[in-house]
T-cell receptor, first 115, second 113 residues
Framework: EAQVTQNPRYLITVTGKKLTVTCSQNMNHEYMSWYRQDPGLGLRQIYYSMNVEVTDKGDVPEGYKVSRKEKRNFPLILESPSPNQTSLYFC??????????????FGAGSRLTVL | GENVEQHPSTLSVQEGDSAVIKCTYSDSASNYFPWYKQELGKGPQLIIDIRSNVGEKKDQRIAVTLNKTAKHFSLHITETQPEDSAVYFCAASLSGSARQLTFGSGTQLTVLP
């Protein structure tokens, strides 16, 4: 089954404790992206990657890091989490970043709470 | 950058009635406008999209209209059913693809039996 898999689905952590949210897709997609969803703010892009070793900042990149060493994986790293990073996170992928590659396939989401 | 406003934030309709969700965008260069549906506990899923060279698009009970002059687009759901209950997001893209989509704030649609 074609899908985007995120782990963990739920996580409670404390301020300053580094964590990584993994994202993997099995569709051979070139384009991958991370979003956070907050009430009243919709989905905001954190980082995106157009291909292996190519990443760029989205609208809210502060406090986050990403890497794209392999085509299928795009982990989101919080080096020193803070309470304002408590949110619902989604990873998504698309065939590529070019016109016509329209459909974003989303993972099921990772709910993160930072105490 | 692009800014997308979405209204209403919540919408309740009786089963069988129609539902309309409206979005406005700020950048006249935006040329791709998808709508995503998010069911409880799941990630958003594309339900319909439209490009700036088209004024209207239909897919069974769902339709999207685009007014480029006014910079707004709308989602229309007819003959609503309980399974239409979900959060709906509009979005706009300057690149014509899924890259760098700017999403609206979402609409919680509840279809009452």
């Amino acid at each position: 089954e074609a899908q985007v898999t995120q782990n963990p689905r739920y996580l409670i952590t404390v301020t300053g404790k580094k964590l990584t949210v993994t994202c993997s897709q099995n569709m051979n997609h070139e384009y991958m992206s991370w979003y956070r969803q907050d009430p009243g703010l919709g989905l905001r892009q954190i980082y995106y990657s157009m291909n292996v070793e190519v990443t760029d900042k989205g609208d809210v990149p502060e406090g986050y890091k990403v890497s794209r060493k392999e085509k299928r994986n795009f982990p989101l790293i919080l080096e020193s989490p803070s309470p304002n990073q408590t949110s619902l996170y989604f990873c998504a992928s698309s065939m590529n970043h070019r016109v016509g590659a329209n459909v974003l396939t989303f993972g099921a989401g990772s709910r993160l709470t930072v105490l | 950058g692009e800014n997308v406003e979405q209204h209403p934030s919540t919408l309740s309709v009786q089963e069988g009635d129609s539902a309309v969700i409206k979005c406005t965008y700020s950048d006249s260069a935006s040329n791709y406008f998808p709508w995503y549906k998010q069911e409880l506990g799941k990630g958003p899923q594309l339900i319909i999209d439209i490009r700036s060279n088209v004024g209207e698009k239909k897919d069974q009970r769902i339709a999207v209209t685009l007014n480029k002059t006014a910079k707004h687009f709308s989602l229309h759901i007819t003959e609503t059913q309980p399974e239409d209950s979900a959060v709906y997001f509009c979005a706009a893209s300057l690149s014509g693809s899924a890259r760098q989509l700017t999403f609206g704030s979402g609409t919680q649609l509840t279809v009452l039996p």
